[in-house]
Every structure is written in structure tokens, then in C-alpha cells.
């Protein structure tokens, strides 16, 4: 069988396959391995975000570090307070993972990214950095309200009196008081985070999975094994989150701190370096950043995984 002839019957079996084949059936495939990665990712990740939240938001007044803001969580309410909130930001992370990979992959079909780059034919970094910010935008508007709920319920660990009683008790009582608005608030601080990190998040992942392809001589993309496809997400995963962790720390006292009630991003960015100095928007970024490494690597693994044996159905 000659060369043409090879190509017409890959593309009719592509064409017979559910999640090949066209913008359309890559973006169902992006949309269903998004959720299942985001499903394990978040569930593993989750009580070192409930460690955060609540340093970023109780500062050294209240904990002197990740580890006694750890066990002074656990004493109070055992483990079932490290996953308090789990319910939405499981869902959310399902919906943002989805949002994201659907939206890299739209951006990356819109800047003409091969999506079968060999040794000899890479794809430019900056292609996939554009497309990776772009993506940043989409989630940050279905990820807002998500993050406003979970700091919400989060942050009740450290109080003696519990405002709500779940993340629907969160809903209700948000749009009672400021309205459906309000669950966008921290929308600028949260776009401020998810498109630099989007921009470092994809662009590290792509350009570790590119370098390794190349020490290693694999000639297509694809022939990259899984573990050094999770080594790749581990670096994006720290690289997400240091490069706009002060964005993610103004973010969740906007969210949460009634003391910043009625600030706009940048006054309350002010208000935590005049009163806590640089470290106070650094708050909880050691946990993170351990967290990152294998929650990410998580993400990646399992939307390859899953995203190669989607293309096969």
C-alpha cells in the first residue's frame, strides 16, 4: 500500500472514530480527560489547599507554618476538616481542568499547532505560551465562584463559629448579600493568577516534554512515555504556582477577610505589603509548591492517559 493510499484509510478510520478526527470530537476528548484528571488531582491535592487558604488568610499570627497550621486543622476536626469543602472545588476542578484543556486546545487549533510535532518539525515555544494565557481567561471566569465557595468553607476551620453550612449555605447567602456579583468577587484577582499561570503552566510542561523528546531521541511527540510525561506536569505544576502566587494570596482575602470587604485588587495588595511586608503575599507557598509537584503530575498523566485511549474509541 502505497503512502497515499495510507493517509485516506487513516483519515476513514479516524472519520468512524467518537473523540478523533475533528475540531469537535478533540474538544469532547479534551473535555472528558480534563474532568477525569481534574478529579484525581484535586482529591489528592486538596487538604494541602485547605493548609494554604488557611495560612494565606490567618498570616503568623495564627500559625507558625504549614506544619501547625496542619496539626492544629487536624486537632480540631481530624480529616474530615483537612477536605471541609471538598464538594465544589472537586466539581470545580472537574469543570476548570475541562474549561482549560478544551480552550488550549481551541487556542492551539487557532494558531495552527501541529498536533503531531516530530524532531524535525517542533512547534514554536510561543505558540503554546499564547495559547496557555488564552486558556488562562476562559477558566478564570468559571473558576471564581468555585474558589469564593471553597475559601469560604476553608477559612471556617480557624473559627469558633461556623457561618455556613455547606458550599449550597455559601451560594445562598452570597447572593442574598451582595447579590449574583458576588460570586465573581475576586474575579481580576483570580484572572490575574490563572493567565500568567496558564502561560507557565502549559509553556513549562510543553518545553520539558520537548526537551526530554529530543535528550531522548523519541522522534514523534507521542512516543514520550507517561512517567516522564508526569515528570513534565510536576515542573508546570511548581512553575503555575510560583510565578502568581501573590495574585492567588490577594484572591483569597478578597474572598473570604471582611477587613477587605469592598477593596479592589490592588488596595487590598497594598494593605497586605504595608501591613505584613512581601512575605505576607507569600503566605502558604512552601506547602503549595510541595503540593504542586506530584498534584500536576497527576493532571498530566491522567489527561494523557486518558486522552490516548479516548482517540482509540
Same mark, same amino acid.
Given at each position: 500500500?502505497?503512502?497515499?493510499?495510507?493517509?485516506?484509510?487513516?483519515?476513514?478510520?479516524?472519520?468512524?472514530?467518537?473523540?478523533? %478526527?475533528?475540531? %469537535? #470530537?478533540?474538544?469532547?476528548?479534551?473535555?472528558?480527560?480534563?474532568?477525569?484528571?481534574? +478529579?484525581? *488531582?484535586?482529591? @489528592?491535592?486538596?487538604? +494541602?489547599?485547605?493548609?494554604?487558604?488557611?495560612?494565606?488568610? %490567618?498570616? #503568623?499570627?495564627? @500559625?507558625?507554618?504549614?506544619?501547625?497550621?496542619?496539626?492544629?486543622?487536624?486537632?480540631?476536626?481530624?480529616?474530615?476538616?483537612?477536605?471541609?469543602?471538598?464538594?465544589?472545588?472537586?466539581?470545580?476542578?472537574?469543570?476548570?481542568?475541562?474549561?482549560?484543556?478544551?480552550?488550549?486546545?481551541?487556542?492551539?487549533?487557532?494558531?495552527?499547532?501541529?498536533?503531531?510535532?516530530? !524532531?524535525?518539525?517542533?512547534?514554536?515555544?510561543?505558540?503554546? !505560551?499564547?495559547?496557555?494565557? %488564552?486558556?488562562?481567561?476562559?477558566?478564570?471566569?468559571?473558576?471564581?465562584?468555585?474558589?469564593?465557595?471553597? *475559601?469560604?468553607?476553608?477559612?471556617?476551620?480557624?473559627?469558633?463559629?461556623?457561618?455556613?453550612?455547606?458550599?449550597?449555605?455559601?451560594?445562598? #447567602?452570597?447572593?442574598?448579600?451582595?447579590?449574583?456579583?458576588?460570586?465573581?468577587?475576586?474575579?481580576?484577582?483570580?484572572?490575574?493568577?490563572?493567565?500568567?499561570?496558564?502561560?507557565?503552566?502549559?509553556?513549562?510542561?510543553?518545553?520539558?516534554?520537548?526537551?526530554?523528546?529530543?535528550?531522548?531521541?523519541?522522534?514523534?511527540?507521542?512516543?514520550?512515555?507517561?512517567?516522564?510525561?508526569? +515528570?513534565?506536569?510536576?515542573?508546570?505544576?511548581?512553575?503555575?504556582?510560583?510565578?502568581?502566587?501573590?495574585?492567588?494570596? =490577594?484572591?483569597?482575602? =478578597?474572598?473570604?477577610?471582611?477587613? +477587605?470587604?469592598?477593596?479592589?485588587?490592588?488596595?487590598?495588595?497594598?494593605?497586605?505589603?504595608?501591613?505584613?511586608?512581601?512575605?505576607?503575599?507569600?503566605?502558604?507557598?512552601?506547602?503549595? *509548591?510541595?503540593?504542586?509537584?506530584?498534584?500536576?503530575? !497527576?493532571?498530566?498523566?491522567?489527561?494523557?492517559?486518558?486522552?490516548? @485511549?479516548?482517540?482509540?474509541?
Amino acid at each position: 500500500m502505497s503512502g497515499g493510499e495510507s493517509a485516506i484509510v487513516e483519515a476513514i478510520e479516524q472519520d468512524k472514530r467518537w473523540f478523533a %478526527g475533528s475540531p %469537535g #470530537k478533540d474538544s469532547a476528548r479534551d473535555l472528558l480527560s480534563g474532568m477525569i484528571s481534574g +478529579f484525581f *488531582c484535586k482529591t @489528592f491535592e486538596y487538604p +494541602f489547599d485547605t493548609i494554604k487558604v488557611l495560612q494565606q488568610t %490567618g498570616g #503568623k499570627s495564627e @500559625f507558625n507554618g504549614s506544619a501547625d497550621a496542619f496539626f492544629k486543622t487536624y486537632q480540631r476536626g481530624g480529616v474530615r476538616a483537612l477536605y471541609q469543602g471538598l464538594t465544589s472545588p472537586l466539581l470545580g476542578a472537574m469543570a476548570e481542568n475541562a474549561t482549560l484543556f478544551v480552550a488550549y486546545g481551541a487556542m492551539k487549533n487557532a494558531l495552527q499547532v501541529d498536533p503531531s510535532p516530530t !524532531l524535525s518539525n517542533p512547534v514554536p515555544v510561543w505558540k503554546y !505560551l499564547v495559547a496557555g494565557g %488564552g486558556s488562562g481567561v476562559f477558566s478564570a471566569f468559571v473558576l471564581t465562584p468555585v474558589e469564593l465557595v471553597k *475559601c469560604r468553607l476553608q477559612i471556617q476551620q480557624s473559627a469558633t463559629t461556623k457561618t455556613y453550612s455547606g458550599p449550597i449555605d455559601v451560594v445562598r #447567602k452570597t447572593v442574598q448579600k451582595e447579590g449574583v456579583r458576588g460570586l465573581w468577587k475576586g474575579n481580576l484577582s483570580c484572572l490575574a493568577r490563572e493567565v500568567p499561570g496558564n502561560i507557565a503552566w502549559f509553556g513549562v510542561y510543553e518545553i520539558v516534554r520537548n526537551q526530554i523528546q529530543r535528550v531522548f531521541n523519541y522522534e514523534r511527540q507521542q512516543d514520550v512515555p507517561l512517567y516522564w510525561i508526569a +515528570f513534565s506536569g510536576a515542573c508546570a505544576g511548581v512553575a503555575y504556582w510560583a510565578v502568581p502566587y501573590p495574585a492567588d494570596t =490577594i484572591k483569597s482575602v =478578597i474572598q473570604t477577610n471582611p477587613k +477587605f470587604s469592598g477593596m479592589n485588587f490592588f488596595q487590598a495588595g497594598s494593605t497586605i505589603l504595608r501591613t505584613q511586608g512581601l512575605a505576607g503575599l507569600y503566605n502558604g507557598l512552601p506547602i503549595t *509548591c510541595i503540593r504542586a509537584a506530584p498534584s500536576h503530575a !497527576l493532571i498530566f498523566y491522567f489527561y494523557e492517559l486518558t486522552s490516548g @485511549f479516548l482517540a482509540t474509541l
